[in-house]
């Protein structure tokens, strides 16, 4: 079963706008809450990641909002850019690291 | 710089046949990993290791094995190449269970 549910499947944003990427876990042994980023042709690569003893965590642009008692969590962009243009995966980890199905954003010029 | 590296990138096989994908890191890190990548499904998890001699099944575990002999190396072995497993294939690595996984290049394997 998905342990991990990830929404929504894709995004368009304009220029400068807000993206709003939204998950949710089951599992509440899970301790560690990671996004990871993929561009076309690459591996992912760790974007922004939060423990469950903070509710939000925030670097540059991406801000992770965290839900301990809903079980759920989401990753913001602010003042999105074309370049932000990419495949953004949910995990959640405890004795493994378990993912969501992803989201493809597009940011339009 | 360290890193972790995979081979082939891309490779086709033909059904039944056995295939080995190899994966290598130099960040010394103990604990590896490795997914397979399809649409609609994400990540899901195949195999892992805690460390040497170590191995544990993931969430989609049947017809692959892996082997862990030394800290740098965990091959994945496809015993009998099924269509089904036609797929994108990463292998990553982590310095602690619960953290940060750095992920390889990829290998895009087609099974006909």
């Known amino acids: 079963q998905q342990q991990v549910k990830q929404s929504p499947q894709s995004l368009i944003v304009q220029k400068g706008g807000i993206s709003i990427i939204n998950c949710a876990y089951e599992?509440?042994?899970?301790?560690?809450f990671p996004w990871y980023q993929q561009f076309p042709g690459k591996g992912p690569a760790l974007l922004i990641a939060?423990?469950?003893?903070?509710s939000e965590k925030k670097e540059g642009r991406f801000t992770i909002s965290f839900n301990k008692s809903a079980k759920q969590f989401s990753l913001h962009i602010m003042d999105s850019q074309p370049g932000d243009s990419a495949t953004y995966f949910c995990?959640?980890?405890?004795?493994?690291?378990?993912f969501g199905a992803g989201t493809r954003l597009t940011v339009k010029p | 710089d360290a890193e972790i590296t995979q081979s082939p990138r891309h490779k086709i096989t033909e059904t039944g046949r056995q295939v080995t994908l190899a994966c290598h890191q130099t960040?010394?890190?103990?604990?590896m990993f490795w997914y397979r990548q399809d649409l609609g499904h994400g990540l899901r998890l195949i195999h892992y290791?805690?460390?040497?001699?170590?191995?544990n099944k993931g969430e989609v575990s049947d017809g692959y094995s892996v082997s862990r002999s030394n800290t740098e190396d965990l091959p994945l072995t496809l015993e009998s190449a099924a269509s089904s497993q036609t797929s994108v294939y990463f292998c990553?690595?982590?310095?602690?269970?619960?953290?940060?996984?750095?992920f390889g290049p990829g290998t895009r394997l087609t099974v006909l």
């Open positions: 990553a690595s982590s310095e602690w269970r619960t953290d940060t996984q750095y």
């Open positions: 599992n509440t042994a899970f301790d560690y």
């Open positions: 939060i423990r469950p003893d903070v």
């Open positions: 995990a959640a980890g405890g004795d493994d690291m378990r």
């Open positions: 960040w010394n890190h103990n604990n």
């Open positions: 290791s805690y460390g040497v001699q170590d191995t």
